[in-house]
């Protein structure tokens, strides 16, 4: 699966690093959610899936699942 | 006098009271299922708004750019007696605040309430737990935790964050202690809210002369650095809203916390035997209780369209939290209080861009505290009848007056 994030719309909820935090992760200096890895292997899937269902400001967008 | 038609003659008033600790209130079950988003009438003023009980739909209108939070909108639906030109008269701060006023409070903020940075407080928090756990074991007897242990925490870990020096701290617990009890009247609230403005503005120039490494300087230096453009009277307002949105919440959620896993047994074994659980179980918690009902109301401003219903430019909706929370769509057997529940997260933390921004640092305080207790006192038990403990139902946020326990 790939993944994109739109630091715009994201309000440094942590929500997506409470989900993954092998896949996300917030920056220092602005608590915005960082991307570490934009096509996280299918052990991430549910835990991915999650952090994008949970993300209060529907940040988070999958471009790619198969 | 217009005439009022049967059916809005009979709209049910709102707020509707909680009958026990555990869950919202009795009527959202069938509201839920026979019309999920229907009129009520506002028990403060007579207005209509409408409630929005399903999960979907309060996610929906929460992350909606249409609607807005700010009270001091025509249609906004008023829970409290305050009077509108007060309303508009007091600085209004992130909660009741809409884009971009919104955004630029919100960002300036959130860096102090990265996982991290709250990650680096979980050291200190657990000693300060374990030094009120001391104080209660040393006292004996009967004790209120909701005194002794579920207002102090918070307020400590307030003056941690804000970096208020240790002399200083009784005056906070005073403050929380005077606003939070059942026997408060409004005029000490109001003598003891300006005392805390005052000091707080203090403390503003203060620390822009000597910044130091706290909440409060961050916020200053921020602001001045990345051109953030607030004034510091902005900063202030910000400051309190931190302090106001950051203990009444936590402390209810301390005591309601504690309860529920007295009350459960089976569940507190499960924490106890499986301290990774935590986290989970202060995610139930939340859902299970959702302390804040209806603070997450709004107004629409343009016509919207939801499911099948049209909410008017200029409505009221209480986009209700514990309703959406015990939607058995999402949660099974809404009712059961079970910690290890694999569910869609719940939204007792709010949604939409007002999602609580202090919730990492309420989520660490909660983990923390749930196992401490009871493994430093096991046979911890309540020292009246549960259906004996005073609701906070006239509160806008729901919690408890006092837990009397025993051990």
């Known amino acids: 699966m790939r993944l994109t994030v739109d630091r715009e719309r994201c309000i440094s909820s942590g929500s997506c690093v409470r989900s993954d935090p092998a896949v996300f992760d917030q920056d220092v200096a602005d608590g915005r959610v960082l991307l570490l890895h934009e096509a996280p292997g299918p052990e991430h899937r549910d835990a991915v899936l999650r952090a994008v269902h949970s993300c209060p400001a529907g940040a988070l967008t999958i471009v790619e699942d198969r | ?407």
């Open chain 2, 1 to 407: 006098m217009t005439e009022i038609s049967e059916a809005e003659a009979e709209y049910p008033s709102f707020p509707m009271a909680r009958s026990c600790p555990y869950g919202p209130p009795k009527e959202y079950e069938e509201i839920r299922e026979q019309a999920p988003i229907s009129k009520v009438r506002l028990a403060l003023n007579g207005r209509e708004a409408w409630l929005v009980t399903r999960y979907d739909d309060v996610r929906e209108i929460l992350s909606d750019s249409r609607v807005s939070a700010d009270i001091t909108n025509d249609g906004y639906p008023l829970m409290l007696p305050v009077p509108m030109e007060i309303l508009k008269s007091v600085p209004r701060a992130l909660f009741h605040l809409d884009h971009p006023e919104h955004t630029v409070q919100r960002r300036l903020i959130m860096p102090e309430f990265t996982i991290r940075r709250i990650d680096a407080m979980r050291e200190r928090t657990l000693e300060i737990i374990d030094e009120y756990i001391d104080a209660i074991l040393a006292k004996g007897g009967t004790v209120d935790l909701i005194e002794e242990l579920a207002m102090p925490i918070p307020a400590q870990a307030i003056c941690e964050l804000l970096g208020i020096p240790v002399g200083d701290r009784h005056f906070f617990h005073e403050y929380v202690a005077g606003i939070l009890g059942k026997d408060s009247d409004p005029e000490q609230i109001a003598v003891r809210e300006a005392q805390m403005a005052a000091y707080i503005e203090r403390m503003l120039v203060e620390r822009s002369e000597k910044p130091g490494d706290d909440l409060v300087s961050n916020l200053i230096v921020r602001n001045e650095e990345d051109g953030f453009g607030l004034e510091l009277a902005e900063i202030g307002i910000l400051v309190r809203a931190i302090v106001a949105g950051g203990h009444e919440t936590t402390a209810n959620m301390i005591g309601l916390g504690i309860l529920a896993l007295i009350d459960h047994p089976d569940q507190r074994e499960l924490l106890m035997r499986d301290r990774s659980l935590a986290s989970r179980a202060v995610d139930e918690l939340m859902r299970i209780f959702s302390i804040s009902d209806f603070g997450t109301s709004r107004v629409a401003m343009e016509d919207i369209q939801l499911g099948d219903t049209l909410i008017r430019e200029g409505e009221g909706i209480i986009a209700s939290l514990a309703a959406a929370n015990h939607d058995p769509d999402l949660f099974p057997d809404p009712y059961r209080f079970d910690i290890t529940r694999e569910s869609v997260r719940n939204v007792g933390f709010g949604h939409g861009v007002h999602q609580c921004s202090g919730q990492t640092m309420v989520r660490m305080q909660l983990e923390l505290i749930f196992p401490r207790l009871f493994e430093r006192v096991p046979g911890l038990r309540l020292a009246v009848p549960a259906e004996e403990l005073p609701l906070k139902n006239d509160s806008l946020i729901h919690g408890l007056y006092k837990l009397p326990v025993t051990w």
